[in-house]
């Protein structure tokens, strides 16, 4: 199981850029399978962003990002989405993402996921 987080980059604030995570090894539409988002900035303990179960039922987001982060899967392509729009300096961090096949999901718990990505780079500066 492989994962494959892009789309990060450099921004001003109030951009927007969308993060995908590329999962390779298992197919989503045959495996119960959850996507988290975490971040983690110099400095910082890692910090969950938002998560999104196998049947999207479970769609939670931490509170600094609810209304800006949208996250979405396309199944067909094993590829979760991460959107994210009016982006401030305080959203400049490493981005991971990370699966697991437990249903549900959380952002509390990294533990709880057992795949990682090797992480996509934001900087959201002017």
């Known amino acids: 199981v492989q994962l494959q987080a892009s789309g990060g980059g450099l921004v001003r604030p109030g951009g927007s850029l969308r993060l995908s995570c590329a999962a390779s090894g298992f197919t989503f539409g045959y495996y119960t399978i959850a996507i988290g988002w975490f971040r983690q900035a110099p400095g910082k303990e890692r910090e969950g962003v938002s998560c999104?179960?196998?049947?999207?039922?479970?769609?939670y987001y931490a509170d600094s990002v609810k209304g800006r982060f949208t996250i979405s899967r396309d199944n067909a392509k094993n590829t979760v989405y991460l959107q994210m729009n009016s982006l401030n300096p305080e959203d400049t961090a490493v981005y991971y993402c990370?699966?697991?096949?437990?249903?549900?999901?959380?952002?509390?718990?990294?533990?709880?996921?057992?795949?990682w990505g090797q992480g996509t780079q934001v900087t959201v500066s002017s």
């Open positions: 999104i179960s196998s049947s999207e039922r479970y769609i």
């Open positions: 990370a699966a697991t096949l437990k249903r549900g999901c959380t952002i509390r718990t990294p533990t709880w996921y057992d795949h």
